[in-house]
């Protein structure tokens, strides 16, 4: 399912938007769907983490894999 849009953003960031999307081949709304995906999924891998780390949830060997694979995660994605 896909929602359609309108969005505002300054020349400036739309240049470089479509610089990119055309660069990977893709659609210019296909590109920005795609980062904003990748950037809200660092950010909730992000929060996820830390509020783990907050609640003192990271006691645990498994805790600490998965909070080690979240780290990993971020760092090749975002």
Do not use: C
């Not at 081949?25 to 296909?30: C, F, I, M």
């Not at 909730?44 to 498994?62: T, Y």
Request: aromatic share 6%; proline share 3%; net charge positive.
């Amino acid at each position: 399912m896909t929602e359609k849009l309108s969005i505002t953003m300054p020349d400036r960031v739309a240049a470089a938007a479509r610089a990119a999307a055309a660069a990977a081949g893709k659609p210019l709304s296909t590109w920005i769907a795609e980062t904003i995906d990748r950037v809200t999924y660092a950010d909730a891998r992000r929060n996820d983490v830390a509020l783990m780390e907050q609640h003192k949830l990271l006691d645990g060997d498994w805790a600490q894999q998965q909070a080690a694979a979240f780290r990993a995660a971020r760092g090749a994605r975002g």
